[in-house]
């Protein structure tokens, strides 16, 4: 089912004229600049309790069977004993099965960047954040559900049990609330709603770090909630924390209570299908003696079934290899500890952002390229208004790919060693906001497609 953003983008204000005119193959398209976030109306303090921000999560597996949570914003804890959800699949036969509340709504008071603690204005308080859970839903099966208070019905599809060799999910990191950013997510709702190779809707995104770029201007997580809704009510997200989450006096509280859960560490694991997916934390002690790599070690040896799950993939926020010249380097205190033991366990990939960019490695390991080297992927792109970052370094040995402009990507593990990866591009259009000059359609468009062989390395049996 197709799910329109709830802002229109034929109303934005600004200009983002002056974008980068560049020439391949002959032919021109535009690169973007930097704009300021989309003029969205702040959350109302006066909507009479109605849900919205709403986002899904998978908060656990049991029998091969998921449990999701729900979270969402209202103005008030509205009894929120009442403020529950409701869910229905084929196995109802039409009716509506009670979700379960088990948890007080949170709420949070906070400083504005720069502000005075003795100026009201200056101070913070988010609206209650509400959680509901559905429970045993079954693997790859289509849903609907309701929050309480809300006329609409959202949708969903559950992932795969473990072991199933068939699985795609979506990849984006820094995206933010620019139009930029508003296209790349209808893009990707559009995809996984079944606008794909495969005419099939996904369950899953990775969301490798920095989501609402609100960094300490606390009303644009509100902000974001409204503009990510369609998105992040459709496809269950497995978050990394990023930097645009700690930065401007956040420390991950918003981030925690509306997205990632305020229990347990920044890091952990999840499984998709074939598919083994560790999550960790660029921003903490990232030396071998660390709590995170400790952990890290200990999952490998004696958490990972290459035989149920033969692909195993890393995210994180700070990629260890990158081209361009933004946060150049960054990466090296990761890399240099995390690197060898992701080689040694043959890692499959490693996703990351920050850098405003999209790159993919050939499959490497200390710069060198090798078979079965980890191949990694930057998917930094996302639209946020720091704009696309623009220079390059030359041409490096390990680098197969490599673009400035704004997109997503996907990946789909076609069978125990065979995956494709998608690069998608966001359409011409979107480059046409009101103020820009306006170009021929002759802008150069292009995704970044990939087969992706593991057979050498997937020797599991």
Known sequence: MKVALAVSIAALAGSVSGDDVQTINGRRYLRPVAVDNMPLEEFDQHHNGKPQQ???????????LFNYTIRFATNSSYEYARTGCKVRGAESHGRWGKGVVTDEPQIHSMMLVGGEYNNPKDIYTSPWIHECHLLNLAPSSAYE??????????????????????????????????NYSAKTMEAALKYANGANEDNKPLSTIMWSGDLSYADGYFPRWDTFGLLAQPLLSTVEALY???????DGGEAFTSFRIRYKGLKGPMWGSDIRGPVHIITLDSYTDLSTTGAQYRWFKKHLENNVDRKLTPWLVVQSHVPMYCSNTGHSLEGETIRKSYEPLMNKHKVDFYFGGHVHAYERSHPVNNYTVEDCGVVHITIGDGGNRETAKLDWYQDQLWSAARESTFGFGAIKFQNNSMARWRWVRNENGFFNFPGQTVFPNEYFAKDDVVQIDRSKCHDFN
Do not use: C, R, W
């Open 145 to 178: 559900y309701k929050v309480n208070h809300l006329d609409k019905k959202f949708s969903l599809v559950t992932p795969p049990v473990a072991g199933q060799s068939d699985f795609e999910m979506l990849v984006v990191a820094d995206v933010g609330q620019t």
């Open 240 to 246: 990394a924390p990023g930097n645009h989450e700690f």
């Open 54 to 64: 709403v986002s899904i999560v998978v908060s656990g597996t049991a029998n091969d």
